[in-house]
């Protein structure tokens, strides 16, 4: 009888053992729970995805608009802002520009794809832009600026609509900008808030 005892006490033990092992093999790592916590909100349940493209014809050949305005921190120029690379060199997948710390996930030899990064706490969106010198004529050449993103995250119809016209507004005087520099044009300064914007000074005449 006390042998029998002895068997199912230790089996107990053994039993209890076992569990103890699971639940420490199962536990997350120190910190992980915070990390997790962190990102809880970043997924987007029902996304819905738009993209909005923009072109613009520039009279100069798709080559050497792209040597104008297509390296990654151009943008700086047309936009009228300041632009650094974090990480990496200019035309470099992986590349990292300090406007939104936008990657450089994609390019071509007269185009380029960023992306900007998950953000702790903040929805992913998706948010990618191409932006693309395509040839025309041995003369001339297109423009052509495509941003796509979810704005499901935004509160209503109303703000959605907002949203993506105050974008292509902003793009669409981008795209301007690049036209002017590409032609040999000078830009004029930047408006200040609130203000109009300035005449853009014309481009040379082509010679004779």
């Known amino acids: 009888m006390q042998n029998q005892f ?3 006490a230790g089996c107990c033990v053994l039993a209890l053992a076992g569990l103890a092992q699971s639940a420490i093999a ?3 790592p120190a910190g992980a729970a915070g990390a997790s916590g962190a ?3 970043i997924v987007v349940d029902k996304p819905t995805y738009v993209s909005i493209p923009m072109e613009i014809v520039v009279n100069r050949p798709a080559a050497e608009v792209w040597k104008r305005v297509g ?8 936009l009228q802002t300041t632009c650094t690379l974090v990480s990496g060199k200019d035309g470099e997948i992986g590349t990292v520009r300090s406007i939104g710390s936008e990657v450089l996930v994609g390019k071509t030899e007269l185009s380029y794809t960023y992306t900007q990064p998950v953000r702790p ?3 992913y969106i998706l948010y990618h832009g191409t932006l693309e010198a395509r040839p025309l004529t041995a003369t001339t050449s297109k423009l052509i600026y495509i941003l796509m993103y979810d704005n499901s995250t935004l509160a209503d119809d109303a703000a959605r609509a907002k949203d993506l016209e105050s974008r292509r507004t902003r793009f669409t005087q981008a795209l301007a900008n690049m036209k002017i520099l590409a032609e040999g044009g000078t830009l004029p300064p930047p408006p200040a808030r609130g203000g109009a914007a300035q005449p853009a000074a014309a481009p040379p005449a082509p010679a004779k």
Do not use: M, S, V
């Open 121 to 123: 706490g903040r929805p």
């Open 6 to 8: 002895t068997k199912i």
């Open 71 to 78: 390296k990654y921190c151009d943008i700086g120029e047309w």
């Open 39 to 41: 990102n809880t909100n």
């Open 26 to 28: 199962q536990a997350p």
